[in-house]
């Protein structure tokens, strides 16, 4: 007699969260490879992208635009200050310096390189599924 009869009727393979979690790992190694040379991460790349397009932006507003854990900008944040990429300006207002864009600039090609590598991989059809699929979630 089997005593744990939901593991019977559980399948693993369709958890969403782990297979929404496999796909970010994939994707992320494409862009880990091509910033390696760059010593960024996605997540800070990120981070200089909406500051140089949006412009200044508290710490709060970046973590809810990426859907990060303040702690996590934090982290990131700290890198990106001992680099001189960003500074802390009035009003908990952080900017990106011109060394913060002409890194950016610099590893646009590296960028580049990862979307062109990650749209191979999700072909067309793929890429228009993670965009109804995030619309979906965020509600766009």
Same mark, same amino acid.
């Given at each position: 007699?089997? &005593?744990?009869?939901?593991?019977?009727?559980?399948?693993?393979?369709?958890?969403? &969260? &782990?297979?929404?979690? @496999?796909?970010?790992?994939?994707?992320?190694?494409?862009?880990?490879?091509?910033?390696?040379?760059?010593?960024?991460?996605?997540?800070?790349?990120?981070?200089?992208?909406?500051?140089? @397009? @949006?412009?200044?932006?508290?710490?709060?507003?970046?973590?809810?635009?990426?859907?990060?854990?303040?702690?996590?900008?934090?982290?990131?944040?700290?890198?990106?200050?001992?680099?001189?990429?960003?500074?802390?300006?009035?009003?908990?207002?952080? *900017?990106?310096?011109?060394?913060?864009?002409?890194?950016?600039? @610099?590893?646009?090609?590296?960028?580049?390189?990862?979307?062109? *590598?990650?749209?191979?991989?999700?072909?067309?059809?793929? *890429?228009?599924?993670?965009?109804?699929?995030?619309?979906?979630?965020?509600?766009?």
């Amino acid at each position: 007699m089997n &005593s744990h009869p939901n593991l019977e009727t559980c399948d693993p393979r369709q958890c969403i &969260s &782990s297979r929404i979690l @496999k796909c970010n790992r994939i994707i992320s190694s494409v862009f880990r490879k091509h910033l390696l040379p760059y010593n960024i991460t996605n997540s800070q790349m990120s981070i200089l992208f909406i500051l140089a @397009k @949006k412009g200044a932006s508290t710490q709060q507003e970046l973590a809810t635009m990426l859907y990060l854990e303040k702690s996590t900008i934090s982290r990131n944040m700290k890198r990106l200050f001992d680099g001189d990429l960003i500074v802390k300006k009035i009003a908990k207002q952080i *900017e990106i310096t011109i060394a913060g864009k002409d890194f950016l600039e @610099k590893i646009i090609p590296a960028w580049d390189c990862a979307m062109e *590598e990650s749209r191979a991989l999700l072909t067309e059809k793929g *890429e228009e599924a993670l965009t109804l699929l995030l619309n979906q979630l965020t509600h766009v």
